[in-house]
């Protein structure tokens, strides 16, 4: 079992950055292929962006493509989301996500449904 901790979050001016960070818990993190995903109120949680077990693998949506940049590092359990470019549609609850099973890079695969655990959330809020 895996517990993830996210961190990071504020308010940010239109343009500007923040890198979240997701810490987990256990022995097995490099194991679980990662994602991130944010939801506004009344809105359904969305993929925002995935990273394979190794790190060679991601896949993002193309909104933030170009701005948004996930990675990991496996010696210290943690998997980050670096936000640039920062726009007032970015904000919302974003959450760390650890994926079951197998990478695949298809929208079937980097869904909700797969997610095995979720962390806590962190709040992003951009001004315009």
């Known amino acids: 079992q895996a517990q993830l901790v996210e961190s990071g979050g504020g308010l940010v001016q239109a343009g500007g950055s923040l890198r979240l960070s997701c810490v987990a818990s256990g022995r097995t993190f490099s194991s679980y292929n990662m994602g991130w995903f944010r939801q506004t109120p009344g809105k359904e949680r969305e993929f925002v962006a995935g990273?394979?077990?190794?790190?060679?693998?991601?896949n993002y949506i193309d909104s933030v493509k170009g701005r948004f940049t996930i990675s990991r590092i496996n010696a210290k359990n943690t998997v980050y989301l670096q936000m640039d470019s920062l726009e007032p549609e970015d904000t919302a609850v974003y959450y760390c996500?650890?994926?079951?099973?197998?990478?695949?890079?298809?929208?079937?695969?980097?869904?909700?449904?797969?997610?095995?655990?979720w962390g806590q959330g962190t709040q992003v809020t951009v001004s315009s």
């Open positions: 996500a650890a994926y079951r099973g197998p990478w695949y890079s298809g929208t079937s695969y980097l869904r909700e449904s797969n997610v095995a655990y």
């Open positions: 990273i394979s077990w190794s790190g060679d693998n991601t």
